[in-house]
């Protein structure tokens, strides 16, 4: 693989940065694991630098993977449901996409917990046939364990009790919940990973292979890739630059002290499932103590017509393929500083992973900040706990005031005003857009993954863009929690937040216990509190959000939306 960076008019601002990361040892003391680069204390950083050589170590680990991938195709297993989130999911969610042809088995990723998904999956995959690999680092994610439980009885009803546990093996830690119930479960297998890596942190370890395995990818080839690029990535000197992750990420901390505080992620096929992976890492390890940059994805060429000084792009490209020409022309216009990452093959995306693993430890050196840790997720999770257990105890979520409801939504900014039309609502919402510096709208659905949905979304990014000049994400709930929820009450509060939740009549329970009937709460139930906690944390951290509970059509509403952005007059 191939880095390209050009800097455009921050040439000299690169170099800089690039003698800076000389002149301060930067790259040996990360690799010698020195704290001091970003913090004084050592807590969650000593303890987390582990991603540094996994690749080494993971070669003598190799024979028992590919073992178990043996063992589990000899039993007549022809599909894997990965259930996880986060840094558990997204690195197998790559390379189930981008591996798709000649795989071994059939592998998806299951990270939602809206209750038409977890039906559509239960559909999909027939149990007989069917390894579920739960994956989850602390061992107690609870969407992670919900699933688990699901699809444990599900499998239970169709295989019976003597075959149920060889559909089930464990990824997690050591000592986690998640090792004691696989062990008293006695699932088929359990890897335990190595503990001093954080869960973004672990594509290139078990969390990311035994995935990699199941589908077919020649785990020594990875890994070669990446001792490549370790080895000879060892200097990086600024008259020879070898553009490895310290380039990177002095380029992004060199332009990030210049206000260019979002990354474009454009890329085409196969490459475009990069984007996920690294929008996490990138997000959750910088969007803190009132800084961050922002990755964006799944721009079309209207909003890159929109660009402004904010910006940077990342191309992702194969080498016998050339960026499309209008693209060029497009970042030169609008003076865009670009970073080309150029693949062989798709065995270079281990060297992708690493390379901005690297570069996101230096991005954190320039930032000052503590790029291993996500200290403001636990405040969404906290929210949802408490709702769950008043949910155990009254049997109702908490209780909103809506500025507006008719038969098919109900909205909500400001829980002491009243409006009389969706319009009014969002006139309100974007009003304000100019009190923040550099602001951003972060579009969260919790609703099931369904393209139509995503197109009318773009639609609307579109709008925001060309009309109103304002950056957009897209994320599905409560999937993004585990991703960019960080930044979002982390960053330097300049982002908008739209929350989309379906209230669909369709449920489905979550037991209390693997094999039992017992039911306490469902996943409607869950979803629900996730995205009512999650707004809780936001408002708690200063954000503007815009709540739209969706009662019946999601598509009515979305027209109804499309339709008012294109109206406002400011």
Same mark, same amino acid.
């Given at each position: 693989?191939?880095?390209?960076?050009?800097?455009?008019?921050?040439?000299?601002?690169?170099?800089?940065?690039?003698?800076?990361?000389?002149?301060?040892?930067?790259?040996?003391?990360?690799?010698?694991?020195?704290?001091?680069?970003?913090?004084?204390?050592?807590?969650?950083?000593?303890?987390?630098?582990?991603?540094?050589? /996994?690749?080494?170590?993971?070669?003598?680990?190799?024979?028992?993977?590919?073992?178990?991938?043996?063992?589990?195709?000899?039993?007549?297993? %022809?599909?894997?449901?990965?259930?996880?989130?986060?840094?558990?999911?997204?690195?197998?969610?790559?390379?189930?996409?981008?591996?798709?042809?000649?795989?071994?088995?059939?592998?998806?990723?299951?990270?939602?917990?809206?209750?038409?998904?977890?039906?559509?999956?239960?559909?999909?995959?027939?149990?007989?046939?069917?390894?579920?690999?739960?994956?989850?680092?602390?061992?107690?994610?609870?969407?992670?364990?919900?699933?688990?439980?699901?699809?444990?009885?599900?499998?239970?009803?169709?295989?019976?009790?003597?075959?149920?546990?060889?559909?089930?093996?464990?990824?997690?830690?050591?000592?986690?919940?998640?090792?004691?119930?696989?062990?008293?479960?006695?699932?088929?297998?359990?890897?335990?990973?190595?503990?001093?890596?954080?869960?973004?942190?672990?594509?290139?370890?078990?969390?990311?292979?035994?995935?990699?395995?199941?589908?077919?990818?020649?785990?020594?080839?990875?890994?070669?890739?990446?001792?490549?690029?370790?080895? $000879? %990535?060892?200097?990086?000197?600024?008259?020879?630059?070898?553009?490895?992750? &310290?380039?990177?990420?002095?380029?992004?901390?060199?332009?990030?002290?210049?206000?260019?505080?979002?990354?474009?992620?454009?890329?085409?096929?196969?490459?475009?499932?990069?984007?996920?992976?690294?929008?996490?890492?990138?997000?959750?390890?910088?969007?803190?103590?009132?800084?961050?940059?922002?990755?964006?994805?799944?721009?079309?060429?209207?909003?890159?017509?929109?660009?402004?000084?904010?910006? /940077? &792009?990342?191309?992702?490209?194969?080498?016998?393929?050339?960026?499309?020409?209008?693209?060029?022309?497009?970042?030169?216009?609008?003076?865009?500083? !670009? /970073?080309?990452?150029?693949?062989?093959?798709?065995?270079?995306?281990?060297?992708?992973?690493?390379?901005?693993?690297?570069?996101?430890?230096?991005?954190?050196?320039?930032?000052?900040?503590?790029?291993?840790?996500?200290?403001?997720?636990? &405040?969404?999770?906290?929210?949802?706990?408490?709702?769950?257990?008043?949910?155990?105890?009254?049997?109702?979520?908490?209780?909103?005031?809506?500025?507006?409801?008719?038969?098919?939504?109900?909205? !909500?900014?400001?829980?002491?005003? %009243?409006?009389?039309?969706?319009?009014?609502?969002?006139?309100?919402?974007?009003?304000?857009?100019?009190?923040?510096?550099?602001?951003?709208?972060?579009?969260?659905?919790?609703?099931?993954?369904?393209?139509?949905?995503?197109?009318?979304?773009?639609? &609307?990014?579109?709008?925001?863009?060309?009309?109103?000049?304002?950056?957009?994400?897209?994320?599905?709930?409560?999937?993004?929690?585990?991703?960019?929820?960080?930044?979002?009450?982390?960053?330097?509060?300049?982002?908008?937040?739209?929350?989309?939740?379906?209230?669909?009549?369709?449920?489905?329970?979550?037991?209390?216990?693997?094999?039992?009937?017992?039911?306490?709460?469902?996943?409607?139930?869950?979803?629900?509190?996730?995205?009512?906690?999650?707004?809780?944390?936001?408002?708690?951290?200063?954000?503007?959000?815009?709540?739209?509970? $969706?009662?019946?059509?999601?598509?009515?509403?979305?027209?109804?939306?499309?339709?008012?952005?294109?109206? /406002?007059?400011?």
């Amino acid at each position: 693989m191939d880095i390209q960076i050009n800097a455009r008019g921050f040439l000299d601002d690169f170099v800089n940065a690039r003698k800076e990361i000389e002149r301060e040892n930067v790259v040996e003391r990360i690799r010698n694991k020195d704290y001091t680069l970003w913090s004084d204390s050592p807590d969650e950083i000593t303890n987390r630098l582990g991603w540094l050589d /996994i690749h080494k170590r993971m070669k003598s680990h190799v024979q028992r993977i590919y073992d178990f991938v043996e063992n589990v195709q000899a039993d007549g297993i %022809k599909n894997v449901l990965l259930l996880g989130m986060g840094g558990s999911s997204l690195a197998p969610e790559v390379f189930s996409k981008m591996f798709a042809d000649g795989k071994k088995l059939n592998l998806k990723v299951l990270d939602s917990t809206h209750p038409k998904m977890v039906a559509r999956f239960a559909a999909e995959f027939d149990p007989k046939e069917t390894l579920y690999l739960v994956s989850t680092k602390s061992g107690g994610t609870v969407e992670t364990i919900s699933l688990m439980k699901y699809f444990f009885n599900l499998t239970l009803k169709a295989v019976g009790e003597t075959e149920v546990v060889n559909h089930f093996a464990a990824i997690t830690d050591p000592g986690s919940k998640l090792e004691s119930l696989a062990a008293e479960l006695n699932f088929r297998e359990t890897f335990l990973n190595d503990p001093n890596i954080g869960g973004r942190f672990s594509a290139l370890s078990y969390f990311g292979l035994v995935p990699a395995a199941l589908i077919g990818v020649d785990l020594n080839l990875l890994l070669d890739r990446v001792e490549a690029r370790y080895n $000879v %990535k060892e200097d990086c000197k600024v008259e020879n630059s070898q553009n490895c992750g &310290a380039d990177v990420g002095a380029f992004l901390g060199a332009l990030y002290k210049k206000g260019r505080d979002k990354i474009s992620f454009i890329a085409q096929g196969k490459l475009s499932a990069f984007g996920d992976w690294v929008e996490q890492l990138i997000a959750e390890s910088t969007g803190k103590s009132k800084k961050g940059i922002l990755p964006v994805l799944g721009e079309n060429q209207q909003i890159m017509n929109s660009y402004s000084r904010d910006r /940077i &792009a990342v191309v992702l490209r194969y080498s016998d393929v050339r960026t499309d020409p209008q693209i060029t022309d497009l970042l030169e216009k609008r003076d865009v500083p !670009v /970073i080309e990452m150029v693949f062989e093959d798709e065995y270079d995306v281990a060297s992708a992973f690493y390379l901005w693993e690297f570069a996101t430890a230096v991005v954190g050196y320039f930032m000052k900040i503590h790029p291993f840790n996500q200290p403001n997720v636990e &405040a969404t999770k906290a929210a949802a706990r408490k709702m769950l257990e008043d949910f155990k105890h009254s049997g109702e979520l908490k209780k909103i005031n809506y500025c507006y409801e008719d038969e098919n939504l109900r909205a !909500v900014i400001d829980e002491k005003s %009243k409006s009389n039309s969706l319009a009014f609502i969002i006139r309100e919402f974007f009003g304000n857009r100019w009190e923040k510096v550099n602001p951003y709208v972060a579009i969260q659905f919790y609703t099931p993954y369904d393209k139509r949905i995503e197109e009318k979304v773009l639609s &609307a990014r579109v709008v925001l863009a060309r009309r109103f000049g304002l950056v957009s994400t897209f994320g599905y709930g409560p999937r993004f929690l585990h991703s960019t929820g960080q930044l979002h009450k982390g960053d330097g509060r300049n982002g908008f937040c739209v929350q989309v939740v379906h209230l669909d009549e369709t449920d489905v329970p979550i037991p209390n216990e693997p094999g039992s009937e017992e039911s306490d709460i469902t996943f409607g139930t869950l979803i629900n509190a996730e995205s009512l906690g999650d707004r809780d944390a936001l408002i708690a951290a200063d954000r503007k959000v815009l709540r739209i509970e $969706v009662k019946q059509n999601i598509d009515l509403v979305l027209n109804e939306i499309l339709e008012i952005l294109h109206s /406002i007059q400011f």
